[in-house]
């Protein structure tokens, strides 16, 4: 069965440094979003990506994330620099056209120190 | 009012036992209603669709009443393995398109004991 992949696994970083974070969709999915979950809370919508541009995006998808499909198969998405509190797992997730189902990642935990 | 409310749990049942999640959501736009299956730590896994018809997938199943914007999962039949967190995900495609933001609820936990 075809899964959403995700890398890295965990990635820590300092504090005010870039990182990016890699997904591969499943093959025949056009539809693609970024969510994170905060330990211990709720999984939070970031931005869905659609056509090479962005859908729609959350008031935390702030001018410090950015998302970009640069090769046709990874969906990317970078912070900027990351802030304490960009500490979560974000997960990517990913839909058929017309399925009306996401299909997520196993995620990347981030840990801004 | 939280987007997508649910009972808050934990719910530790034994093997066997029949177990009821509830959950209610508040934009009456919303189109398109999911059960999504935590594991600790690991990734939302879609368990299942919500109709309104109703609809049911060996021991779950699953009803929406648009009317009173509330969803409802059934496990029959518990097993070891259904121990996880049910998340209640509503999707507000007003637009008509497939696509859209997923709201999640907190989760409810489960614990199936032998």
């Known amino acids: 069965e075809p899964e959403v992949t995700q890398t890295p696994s965990h990635q820590v970083t300092q504090m005010g440094q870039e990182v990016i974070l890699r997904c591969v969709p499943i093959?025949?999915?056009?539809?693609f979003y970024w969510y994170r979950q905060i330990l211990g809370q709720k999984v939070e919508f970031l931005v869905s990506?659609?056509?090479?541009?962005?859908?729609?995006k959350s008031e935390i998808f702030d001018d410090q994330f950015s998302v970009e499909r640069p090769d046709g198969s990874n969906f990317t998405l970078k912070i900027r620099s990351t802030k304490l509190e960009d500490s979560a797992m974000y997960f990517c997730a990913t839909e058929m056209v017309g399925s009306y189902e996401q299909y997520f990642g196993p995620g990347t935990r981030l840990t801004v120190t | 009012r939280k987007e997508v409310e649910q009972d808050p749990g934990p719910f530790n049942v034994p093997e066997g036992a029949t177990v009821a999640f509830n959950c209610t959501y508040s934009?009456?736009?919303?189109?398109?209603f999911f059960w999504y299956r935590q594991d600790c730590r690991k990734e939302p896994k879609l368990l299942m669709s919500v109709y309104s018809s109703g609809n049911e997938d060996g021991r779950f199943t699953a009803q929406l009443n648009r009317a009173s914007q509330y969803i409802s999962l059934l496990i029959r039949d518990s097993k070891l393995s259904d121990s996880a967190t049910y998340l209640c995900?509503?999707?507000?495609?007003?637009?008509?398109?497939?696509?859209?933001?997923?709201?999640f609820g907190q989760g409810t936990i489960l614990t199936v004991h032998p």
């Open positions: 995900v509503v999707n507000a495609n007003a637009g008509g398109t497939s696509y859209g933001k997923l709201t």
């Open positions: 934009n009456s736009a919303s189109q398109s």
């Open positions: 093959s025949n999915h056009l539809y």
């Open positions: 990506f659609y056509n090479n541009e962005i859908s729609e």
